[in-house]
């Protein structure tokens, strides 16, 4: 059965928390609670909903996300000259048929044409990036967020496969990509030293040894995140890593113009690459490495989880170009997964900062792939009576799925027990407030009717506007802020920008220091002048995301201009209203949301007592040297020698702005073929029109 429009929005955004939460997990503590193809059937979920319901896509989607935000960490952080990306993921023959079919169209290339893809297992490792200049190695980085990563320059000396000088004569500047990981074996061997020196440690002070509290690393690859990312490069010497490569960026020259002939190149400079890297010439080849590679599985020295293709003429790579967080011309081919039965032993409820009330399943610690899994999401009401589960129930727990962690049976479902009772109330064991909690019409998801009232949204809420990808305030982390706003000092995000005012009551608190409380109230004072966008998304608005209110921003430059333009809408200008859906990404759900928020009199007061406070500059967008840089262009009619998806590409490369619709905030529409009505409604507001040949002539001339 298919999800309705408001079931599918409410399911994009459970959706979008719960990767958000696993990325952090994986990405930057290396403690995933869950197997990569639970994580996999999470994403894939999302891209299913987002192709039946293009217009909910959300501003924090994953869908254009990389990665997360690095912790705390020793180690320095390093800024990509070239983002590290993501991959796009199939898990059928019949999805790897559609990416190739993909490509052709995108590159309007005939059935009949020729069209080769390298292929090669796709390691589960820790991505690493290495820098060559005049082929010495000057620097090596983890992936981060894509753009910010951890300096491990020093740690990788001891890495198996990453030589600190290419062989033979290398272009003056070559960054080289690929996977630190940590063979089967070694792993095994790692682990069982840590037993022996927790064993060793224990006699040498007489004590009792207690295995259970040895702690070990629970897969190969959290072996070798953790490894190397030590501080002391020492320690990353004693364990045993290796490197195996699979790209390349930032390359002042390029010897050979296909991938497979730049892979065997950077296997000649004495780095190495996957022994399973072939070249498929059709569909049936690439098929048939898959089959292959997955029956060798168990049989390799190291963990793998998929086949990875990529287009390998290099020429075409570069007019494929990317989407917001992954290349057009590679995917994933990922293996499938397994089942586990296990017991739920309690039902929690969590009290988000929209006052959403979500069920977790506490299951009884289960080993699902070498990741014990203790938790999973029910998701809301209606999925804990569709399994009837209760605590006690005996649940098959699947790695693959439509929304993974996800019970797909419930074994014990005929036992005589009674049914779980979902809260109509906010529940105040799991810091709710007590007030009603009920469901509206068309929606799955019951919410607190509390409000601000409720300390759970309260603090969830500072919580989010403190956060790495809101304002990022060192020094207000949860607990801290539950301990503030239980003392009636942080009731608003305003009031964190009066808490030097209370510096004498911090200060006469167990645990804060004079120089914890002046650390504390520096970085908030280095916040009065914050990124717009941040700020923006800090509020919570809902449906507006991190990447959303970039693209607002993007448009409107500075806060007051969005909030007359929400306004304008919430008063019925449609203008207004046309203005905010041509931003492409924008849709009605965001503007209606950004309506509504300035509509209540207690968030324009947040609004003023903040901005009172804080004065963040206009924010600037950054764009390359080009006829069309900073501009909004418009395509429309039939593009006769590239595809829309790539004129839009080509306009992002170059700075502008592709949107969807034509308005007065419009510079540019390139013309083709068939124009319609936005051809009409450029005549009408006297925006520059072109044809596809000029438009190929900008592209030209910005090189």
């Known amino acids: 059965m298919n999800p309705s429009e408001a079931e599918a929005?409410?399911?994009?955004?459970?959706?979008?928390?719960?990767?958000?939460?696993?990325?952090?997990?994986?990405?930057?503590?290396?403690?995933?609670?869950?197997?990569?193809?639970?994580?996999?059937?999470?994403?894939?979920?999302?891209?299913?909903?987002?192709?039946?319901?293009?217009?909910?896509i959300r501003a924090d989607s994953p869908s254009r996300k990389v990665g997360h935000a690095i912790a705390a960490s020793p180690l320095s952080k390093v800024t990509h000259e070239v983002r590290m990306m993501s991959l796009d993921n199939a898990f059928s023959d019949e999805e790897l048929a559609d990416f190739v079919a993909r490509v052709r169209r995108f590159l309007s290339l005939g059935d009949g044409e020729d069209m080769a893809f390298t292929a090669e297992d796709k390691i589960d490792g820790l991505s690493c990036s290495l820098r060559y200049e005049n082929g010495v190695l000057v620097r090596a980085a983890t992936r981060g967020d894509g753009q910010v990563g951890e300096d491990v320059t020093a740690n990788v000396a001891h890495v198996a496969g990453i030589p600190q000088l290419l062989h033979g004569e290398a272009p003056a500047v070559f960054e080289i990509r690929g996977e630190v990981y940590m063979a089967k074996d070694d792993f095994a061997g790692l682990n069982e030293r840590l037993m022996e020196e927790a064993r060793a440690e224990a006699d040498a002070k007489g004590a009792a040894f207690d295995p259970d509290k040895v702690r070990q690393f629970a897969n190969p690859r959290n072996a070798a995140a953790g490894s190397l990312r030590q501080k002391d490069a020492k320690e990353t010497a004693k364990r045993p890593l290796r490197f195996l490569a699979h790209g390349w960026v930032a390359a002042s020259g390029v010897p050979h113009q296909t991938q497979f002939g730049m892979m065997q190149q950077v296997l000649d400079w004495g780095v190495p690459v996957s022994p399973a890297l072939v070249r498929c010439l059709?569909?049936?080849?690439?098929?048939?490495?898959?089959?292959?590679?997955a029956e060798m599985r168990e049989g390799l020295a190291y963990e793998i989880d998929g086949v990875v293709y990529k287009v390998d003429r290099l020429d075409w790579q570069q007019r494929l170009g990317f989407v917001a967080k992954a290349p057009r011309w590679a995917i994933a081919r990922?293996?499938?997964?397994?089942?586990?039965?296990?017991?739920?032993?309690?039902?929690?409820?969590?009290v988000g900062r929209t006052g959403k009330l979500t069920p977790v399943g506490r299951l009884a610690p289960v080993l699902v792939g070498g990741v014990t899994v203790t938790n999973v999401t029910l998701h809301n009401r209606d999925e804990i009576a569709r399994l009837g589960v209760r605590p006690g129930d005996r649940v098959v727990i699947q790695r693959a799925g439509d929304v993974i962690p996800q019970i797909v049976e419930n074994v014990t479902r005929e036992a005589e027990r009674a049914p779980y009772l979902f809260p109509d109330h906010c529940p105040v064991e799991f810091g709710g407030c007590g007030s009603e909690a009920v469901a509206e019409d068309g929606e799955v998801d019951v919410r607190c009717t509390g409000g601000l009232i409720c300390p759970a949204q309260r603090t969830e809420r500072l919580q989010h506007f403190v956060s790495r990808g809101a304002l990022d305030i060192e020094g207000l982390g949860s607990k801290t802020i539950a301990d503030f706003f239980a003392r009636g000092w942080l009731e608003s995000p305003v009031d964190i920008f009066r808490l030097r005012e209370r510096r004498a009551d911090i200060l006469a608190?167990?645990?804060?220091?004079?120089?914890?409380?002046?650390?504390?109230?520096?970085?908030?004072?280095?916040?009065?002048?914050?990124?717009?966008?941040?700020?923006?998304?800090?509020?919570?608005?809902r449906h507006v995301g991190a990447v959303t209110a970039r693209d607002l921003m993007r448009q409107f430059a500075t806060?007051?201009?969005?909030?007359?333009?929400?306004?304008?809408?919430?008063?019925?200008?449609?203008?207004?209203?046309?203005?905010?859906?041509?931003?492409?990404?924008?849709?009605?759900?965001?503007?209606?949301a950004l309506g509504d928020f300035f509509h209540e009199e207690h968030n324009r007061q947040v609004w003023d007592d903040l901005l009172g406070e804080v004065s963040p500059p206009p924010y600037v967008v950054e764009t390359r040297d080009s006829a069309v840089a900073g501009k909004i262009v418009v395509f429309t009619g039939k593009l006769e020698t590239m595809s829309r998806d790539e004129a839009k590409a080509q306009a992002e490369r170059l700075g502008a702005k592709a949107a969807g619709s034509v308005s007065a905030k419009t510079d540019l529409v390139v013309a083709g073929p068939g124009a319609g009505s936005k051809l009409k409604r450029a005549a009408e507001l006297g925006i520059e029109v072109i044809d596809e040949a000029e438009w190929a002539r900008i592209v030209e001339e910005a090189g």
């Not at 059709?282 to 590679?293: I, P, T």
């Not at 008063?571 to 492409?584: K, P, Q, W, Y």
């Open 509 to 541: 608190l167990d645990g804060w220091q004079d120089k914890s409380v002046d650390n504390l109230l520096k970085a908030i004072e280095a916040k009065r002048a914050p990124d717009a966008a941040r700020l923006l998304f800090g509020l919570g608005i």
């Open 559 to 592: 806060l007051p201009a969005l909030r007359e333009a929400a306004e304008a809408v919430q008063a019925g200008n449609t203008d207004a209203a046309a203005e905010l859906l041509s931003i492409d990404g924008i849709g009605p759900a965001v503007v209606e």
């Open 334 to 350: 990922k293996f499938p997964a397994e089942r586990a039965e296990t017991t739920l032993e309690a039902i929690d409820i969590q």
């Open 282 to 293: 059709s569909l049936d080849e690439m098929v048939a490495h898959y089959r292959a590679l």
């Open 9 to 56: 929005a409410n399911e994009l955004m459970r959706l979008a928390r719960a990767i958000a939460r696993h990325d952090a997990l994986y990405h930057a503590e290396d403690s995933p609670e869950i197997t990569d193809p639970e994580y996999d059937a999470l994403v894939r979920r999302n891209a299913e909903l987002e192709a039946a319901f293009p217009h909910l």
